[in-house]
Each structure stands twice: as structure tokens, then as C-alpha cells.
Antibody, heavy 123, light 110 residues
């Protein structure tokens, strides 16, 4: 059974850097084809994809947020870390991590998702 | 403004059928697989359909997916009150090199 859980601060101040950790079980990021993605959802709004990392350290970022995002993996700890710099109140959202498999040359689906963590950006 | 266009809301009576559309372009739906997600109130999204029309294990056959050209459709038959949720389509956009989601559709079972 695959499970993922997000952790990190619930409140950050504007201009600060957000660091979120996704801790997972039931799969290994050293297995060919395996990936983990981050997706966020502002309150009452739609899903927005942020970043992906695959077993071979292939990393992909949302073009609109690429300059602010860094995704890394620690295979030994079964963790994926997302950092987002220069946080702003508009970045207030629930942040999810999710498991995926590289079937085609891009991305096809996320399953399952973590429970999500709400991050509020406010001074 | 989402790259993929979904109707904001749909509604139908219990037992009836509903369809939710997802419109895109040749750079996304037209040339990549579509997935669909169900988000029940206060919970994380759940994969309903992948590769346009395949159901993960445990998803009832009341849920179906199809794709034609640059549009995709989610169908739900035998509606139940427990199906009330937000539904999202997703795919890869080859021009943007990004995963993209629709704006979401809220399903109300009257």
C-alpha cells in the first residue's frame, strides 16, 4: 500500500522560503519509472501543478513558478523536499504530494495523493 | 485561467447520468493521456480515470472516461449523493512542458 504525507510549517511570513517534506512508504524512488509530484490548491480554487521528480533525478517545474521552486529527493529516507522562495500571501494554499509512474515521456497521472498540508502566508 | 476548460458546475438527480467535459488543445489533450480526479469535500483528490478511459482498481464501473480530439469527457451513471464532489481533469501540455489541470466542476446530486 502506497502512502504519502506532507509536513512543514503551517504559517510563513511574506518573503520567507517555504520548505515542505513529503514522506512516503510503499514504493522506492530508486525504482525505475517512479516519481513524486507536488500540487497545490488555494482555498476554494483549482489544483495547480508545481513540480515533479523522477527516480533518475529528472526534475520538471511549473514554468510560471520555476524560478522559485527546487525539488530534491532523499532515497534513503523515502522523502521528497520542495522549497519555494519569496513566499507571498497569494501562495496560501493546501500543498499536496502524490505518487506517479513515468509511462509515456511526460506525465500521465497522480495516484495516490497525500492528505495535504495547509500553508498560510501572512505577516 | 486554466489551460483546460471545464464547466463550473453540473447537477442531476439520484440514479441519473451526468457528463463533465474537459476542453483543451492539440498541445495537451490532443496528444497526451487524460486523467480525472474526484475531490470529496475536505479531502485530497483521488484518481478516477487514467489513460483517457481506464479505471484504477476499486473504482466502480459507474465512472467512465473518453477522449475525442482535443476534448475529454467523464461520465457518471447511477448517481448517488456520495458522488457530490469536485471533479478535475488533468493532462500534460507538451508546449508548456507542464502538467495542467482543469478549473474543476462541482457536481450536485439533487
Amino acid at each position: 500500500q502506497i502512502t504519502l504525507k506532507e509536513s512543514g510549517p503551517t504559517l510563513v511570513k511574506p518573503t520567507q522560503t517555504l520548505t515542505l517534506t513529503c514522506t512516503f512508504s510503499g514504493f522506492s524512488l530508486s525504482t525505475s519509472g517512479v516519481g513524486v509530484g507536488w500540487i497545490r490548491q488555494p482555498p476554494g480554487k483549482a489544483l495547480e501543478w508545481l513540480a515533479l521528480i523522477y527516480w533518475n533525478d529528472d526534475k520538471r517545474y511549473s514554468p510560471s513558478l520555476k524560478s522559485r521552486l527546487t525539488i530534491t529527493k532523499d532515497t534513503s529516507k523515502n522523502q521528497v523536499v520542495l522549497t519555494m522562495t519569496n513566499m507571498d500571501p497569494v501562495d496560501t494554499a493546501t500543498y499536496y504530494c502524490a505518487h506517479t509512474l513515468l509511462i509515456t515521456s511526460s506525465w500521465d497521472w497522480f495516484d495516490p495523493w497525500g492528505q495535504g498540508t495547509l500553508v498560510t502566508v501572512s505577516s | 485561467q486554466s489551460v483546460l476548460t471545464q464547466p463550473p458546475s453540473v447537477s442531476a438527480a439520484p440514479g441519473q447520468k451526468v457528463t463533465i467535459s474537459c476542453s483543451g488543445s492539440s498541445s495537451n489533450i490532443g496528444n497526451n493521456y487524460v486523467s480525472w480526479y474526484q475531490q470529496l469535500p475536505g479531502t485530497a483528490p483521488k484518481l478516477l480515470i487514467y489513460d483517457n478511459n481506464k479505471r484504477p482498481s476499486g473504482i466502480p464501473d459507474r465512472f467512465s472516461g473518453s477522449k475525442s480530439g482535443t476534448s475529454a469527457t467523464l461520465g457518471i451513471t447511477g448517481l448517488q449523493t456520495g458522488d457530490e464532489a469536485d471533479y478535475y481533469c488533468g493532462t500534460w501540455d507538451s508546449s508548456l512542458s507542464a502538467a495542467v489541470f482543469g478549473g474543476g466542476t462541482q457536481l450536485t446530486v439533487l
